[in-house]
């Protein structure tokens, strides 16, 4: 014990070493001298890169090191969660990453396939304290015995599934099983599929893999950002920490319904609506409603133009010709409408011409090409003509085209248009969501799919740059010119940066000069990533996949054209009306046969005494239903209660679990144990809110508060050391079949009613009066 405390001190030392290195980098970097776009491109890379070796350090400080691994040919590793070396000139290696091939033997060595170990330790710290040692005997020759040896070589990870819930995931680097870490480190091609059911670590799995890859293809990955998609914003806040523990920072967390820059989807849809919207005949309806704004004008009634030349006659067979040649472009809506505009105004100057230019006597036109250009010039100036342009083919924004699809949606069977129609303000007239509210996540991938069809014409904002990229060479050019032309000029009139650059000016030429003018963007990829919509993300994590829609998945392959996923679900827990099922129906259309699937069969979270309660739940509707198999028992026995007044019912019981728990408002921050849910149908919510005062509720509760209010949506992923949940027969099946696997010591439910549902059987059943 001595020795590993020896060496867990020394790793700390080196650690505030190479941090206070980092900071005192930092420090030297702000005050750098000089204001010139080049000192300060210096500065922000260095502080990027600096700040963000820092985070990395302090991220590690926790757990620094876990393992050590003792080698048969005498080799001797400690294990950590970041790599760390000596600073000597060998820069000899004090701990190995967890990542590192190395770094194997650790998670997969057995009795059986030792690996070329001889023994494998564990190290448990508190702080920078060393509490516990566990020693694996790998090599059954070896006579040295240290009197840490176990018999059990599970006995890390039970001790950590045991473990009281913090209201925060934890990261599993010490304890990651051969299965998981097989899927952490799987070759990075294509769609990896990890299935599982609750508590099997689908979600932490998926995350160490993304730590993993960022490791090992960091320069990729750093370059083009990995995304995570989770269900909601609660469970963002759950894994939140994780990434960091590991020291990766770099990483953009969010839900479906953040994937479009500058729209918050806060409304709500019904069910219903949000299967109509997250359907795949979206797509087309939305392509046919673009088409339907590309219109003609009557064939008896052309629009008329002034003109002080006489009037101008926009009829539909002009119309109808630049359309035809619009579309023959291939490009998105407002792509296109340029060329449309061409077509018009060409269409126009030729009648124009026709008219003025006439030979009374029959010969050709009078105008010449340059009367003729200055007719056209003066045709597209007007403000007339780009009205009626605008009239047969506007220039729309995805928030535009989607708000009038909504208000009339056209092109979807009567049911599902009445299901999904809202009045343009917002208001839903069919119950489509919305209700003043704004944008639902159903609308999310609608959107996307606009700005997909209508693409984004930027050729004024092009113009402008170039414009003012030619101002800034003529400019630079200007003071290289007086560089040339007077030796003897007075650098102190001219600004600092073009002073450096005189100095040297034989190096630099103008077109040199304006782009150290220019502004860098110096964001992070995650940050840069966060606000384009067009970015391609080298990675995607999706958390829950089985719940999105076919419209969402257009969406995210949109965002990855590589296809390298990782995709974490169990179909047994899907409850969104517009999942799309199976993983063959979700991936075949977009990958082909790219896709791999693997499944994780252990149930690490759940108890068993919870399990069977649980499993009934899915085998009611398919007996040969079989739950991931639970490794751990409590001894604690689920129970039911039912009760003719709910609120009061749930408030007792919860303060009977706190003062079970020893937990009390604020203790967690002192490392107290204990966190309790509450899961209930969200009509229930506002009267148990009432009663849980010191309970955190909402969109965005606060999971580390000792007690927690949610829906069963909201608890997806998530873990509690207690759980209650009520009035189960107003859950669906898959809502009350996650709720019930949620928690990892003891579960209750209270229910109104006369039966529970689902066959569902207590060993311990009360009734309250």
């Given at each position: 014990m001595r020795?590993?405390?020896e060496f867990i001190d020394l790793l700390h030392e080196r650690l505030t070493e190479l941090r206070d290195g980092a900071e005192e980098a930092v420090r030297e970097v702000l005050p750098v001298e000089g204001n010139s776009h080049q000192a300060r491109l210096e500065r922000e890379v260095l502080v990027a890169e600096r700040s963000g070796l820092l985070a990395a350090f302090n991220a590690g400080e926790s757990g620094l090191c876990f393992g050590r691994l003792a080698f048969q040919d005498?080799?001797?590793?400690?294990?950590?969660?970041?790599?760390?070396r000596r600073d000597d000139p060998d820069r000899t290696p004090l701990v190995v990453d967890w990542r590192a091939d190395v770094a194997r033997p650790f998670y997969l060595a057995t009795g059986h396939t030792p690996m070329g170990l001889r023994r494998r330790r564990h190290i448990t710290t508190q702080g920078r304290q060393v509490t516990a040692l566990h020693d694996e005997l790998m090599d059954l020759t070896d006579t040295v015995r240290t009197g840490h040896e176990g018999s059990d070589a599970d006995a890390v990870l039970l001790a950590s599934l045991d473990a009281a819930r913090t209201g925060r995931m934890h990261d599993i680097v010490q304890t990651i099983q051969a299965e998981q870490d097989r899927i952490i480190r799987a070759p990075h091609r294509?769609?990896?599929?990890?299935?599982?059911?609750?508590?099997?670590?689908?979600?932490?799995?998926?995350?160490?893999?993304?730590a993993y890859l960022l490791y090992a293809h960091r320069e990729l990955l750093a370059r083009r950002a990995v995304?995570?998609?989770?269900?909601?914003?609660?469970?963002?806040g759950y894994i939140a920490e994780v990434?960091?523990?590991?020291?990766?920072?770099?990483?953009?967390l969010a839900t479906p319904g953040d994937l479009f820059p500058g729209v918050t989807a806060t409304g709500a849809d019904t069910a219903r609506a949000a299967e109509v919207k997250g359907g795949a005949a979206m797509a087309d309806a939305l392509a046919r409603f673009v088409r339907d704004r590309q219109a003609l004008p009557p064939f008896d009634e052309p629009i008329v133009i002034d003109h002080e030349d006489g009037e101008l006659l926009l009829d539909a067979d002009i119309a109808s010709d630049a359309r035809h040649a619009a579309r023959a472009t291939s490009l998105p809506h407002n792509l296109a409408r340029p060329h449309f505009a061409f077509h018009v105004i060409d269409a126009l100057t030729a009648q124009l011409t026709d008219r003025i230019g006439a030979d009374p006597y029959g010969g050709p036109n009078l105008l010449g090409p340059d009367d003729t250009a200055m007719l056209g010039k003066a045709i597209a100036a007007s403000a007339e003509v780009h009205a009626a342009i605008a009239e047969l083919w506007p220039s729309l924004t995805p928030e535009e085209l989607v708000a009038d699809f909504l208000a009339e949606p056209v092109h979807l069977e009567e049911g599902d248009a009445e299901a999904i129609r809202r009045s343009r303000d917002g208001g839903s007239d069919g119950g489509g969501g919305g209700g003043g509210q704004g944008w639902t996540p159903a609308d999310v991938p609608l959107l996307d799919e606009a700005a997909e069809l209508l693409g984004d014409d930027d050729s004024a904002a092009r113009a402008a740059a170039e414009a003012e990229q030619q101002e800034r060479i003529a400019y630079a050019q200007g003071v290289l010119d007086l560089s040339h032309g007077s030796r003897t000029y007075e650098f102190e009139d001219l600004d600092e940066e073009d002073s450096e650059v005189l100095a040297a000016h034989d190096l630099v030429d103008a077109e040199r000069l304006a782009e150290r003018q220019e502004e860098a963007d110096h964001r992070s990829a995650a940050e840069r990533a966060a606000a384009d919509r067009t970015w391609a993300f080298g990675h995607i994590i999706v958390d829950e996949a089985q719940e999105l829609s076919a419209m969402m998945w257009r969406l995210l392959m949109r965002r990855c054209p590589t296809r390298s996923m990782t995709l974490v679900g169990d179909p047994a827990q899907a409850a969104e009306p517009g999942g799309c099922g199976s993983w063959e129906a979700i991936l075949t259309p977009h990958a082909g046969d790219r896709w791999k699937r693997v499944r994780l069969g252990v149930n690490y979270r759940t108890p068993t005494e919870i399990m069977e309660i649980a499993a009934a739940v899915p085998?009611?509707?398919?007996?040969?239903f079989e739950p991931p198999r639970s490794i751990r028992s409590t001894g604690v026995r689920p129970w039911a209660q039912r009760t003719g007044d709910l609120a009061r019912a749930v408030a007792e019981t919860v303060e009977k679990e706190v003062e079970k728990e020893g937990v009390r408002e604020g203790d967690a921050d002192q490392g107290a144990s204990g966190h309790l849910a509450v899961i209930a149908p969200l009509g229930r919510h506002a009267e148990l809110a009432a009663a849980l005062p010191q309970a955190s509720a909402g969109r965005s509760p606060d999971l580390t508060r000792p007690v927690v209010l949610l829906g069963p949506r909201q608890a997806k992923g998530l873990e509690f050391d207690s759980v209650i949940v009520v009035e189960p027969e107003e859950f669906g099946a898959s809502d009350l079949y996650v709720a019930l696997t949620r928690a990892t010591q003891r579960l209750g439910v209270i229910y109104t009613g006369g039966e529970l549902p689902m066959g569902l059987e207590f060993p311990v059943m009360t009734t309250m009066t």
């Open positions: 020795n590993e405390q005498g080799r001797d590793h400690h294990i950590g969660r970041i790599g760390m294509g769609i990896l599929v990890v299935e599982g059911g609750p508590g099997t670590g689908k979600t932490v799995v998926a995350l160490h893999r993304a995304l995570i998609v989770g269900p909601n914003p609660a469970f963002l990434l960091p523990s590991l020291g990766e920072t770099g990483v953009l085998r009611a509707a398919d007996p040969s």
